[in-house]
């Protein structure tokens, strides 16, 4: 089947190394799935290192089969591809005789809980030469795409890696010129403190000196307030008196010396 140069463009293409369970069941047998998808069509060339198998999903059977499954010809060429791009592990594939050379290729996957199955038959190739060299040629331009990756990677890494290494160095001279920044401006900070304490000291020395004269002139203004201010008789006598006395002489006597005291100071 001859796809057009539209149709080559939207191509997509997979190689998948398949294991498969031998029939001995000691080892397993590998075979190579080369698929090339399309929107609505698929094709695959299958080989186990001798012989050639292929398997042509055209668009009438493919759109025939996704009716049957109810599904869409995009979502049956998506699921095919799913499985036979990469080996899924919770499938269960199989690679057998249908005779007359021809093999069947199956594998099965589960849809809502429902275990299903697909299966396709393959002929045998036209041309096992050039299908084989296909598969060659993918597999090698695949690795040489990869080793290209790894090669860019890996200098993509190593441009990282230096310049990872560049800017902690820069982190670390950041940080040691923080810490002598910081210690630097503390030594500052302490020294203008000191001077203020020494300041604030001596001030306060001499606001002391001030303040030691300043309570003689209160004590002697707060004296003569009181002495000037005075009293009436009746608060004079009981000031005066002598509280354990009821003798009138004594209070006479005290009444007396008051009114001598006010007369002084008037």
């Known amino acids: 089947m001859e796809d057009d140069p539209a149709c080559n ?7 998948l190394k398949l294991e498969l369970p031998s029939a001995s069941g000691r080892s397993k ?25 292929t398997c042509e999903g055209s668009d009438a059977e493919v759109r025939q089969r996704a009716e049957q ?3 869409s010809v995009s979502e049956y060429v998506a699921l095919a591809e799913r499985y036979l791009g990469f080996q899924q592990p919770d499938s269960k594939y199989g690679f057998e005789d249908a005779d007359k050379g021809q093999m069947r290729l199956s594998w099965t996957f589960e849809k809502q809980g429902t275990k299903l199955e697909w299966r396709w038959k393959c002929q045998p190739s036209s041309d096992s030469k050039q299908n084989i060299v296909e598969i060659l040629d993918f597999l090698l331009d695949a690795n040489i795409r990869l080793s290209e990756e790894v090669v860019r990677k890996t200098q993509s890494f190593e441009k990282l890696k230096v310049e990872a290494e560049r800017c902690l160095s820069q982190s670390q001279a950041f940080s040691n010129e923080k810490a002598e920044f910081e210690s630097a401006s503390y030594a500052k900070f302490v020294d203008v403190l000191n001077s203020k304490k020494a300041k604030l000291r001596e001030l306060r020395d001499r606001l002391s000196k001030i303040n030691g004269k300043a309570p003689e002139d ?15 008789d009746e608060n004079a006598i009981e000031i005066f008196r002598d509280p354990g006395s009821d003798s009138p002489d004594a209070s006479e006597g005290v009444g007396a010396s008051t009114w001598k ?5 008037r």
């Open 9 to 15: 463009a939207d191509a997509r293409h997979t190689c």
């Open 29 to 53: 047998d590998s075979i190579f799935i080369r698929g090339t998808w399309f929107p609505s069509h698929f094709r695959l060339s299958i080989t186990d290192g001798l012989h050639v198998w």
């Open 69 to 71: 499954w109810d599904q």
């Open 218 to 232: 209160d004590e002697s203004s707060d004296k003569t307030d009181r002495f000037d201010g005075g009293s009436d």
């Open 261 to 265: 005291a006010r007369q002084r100071t």
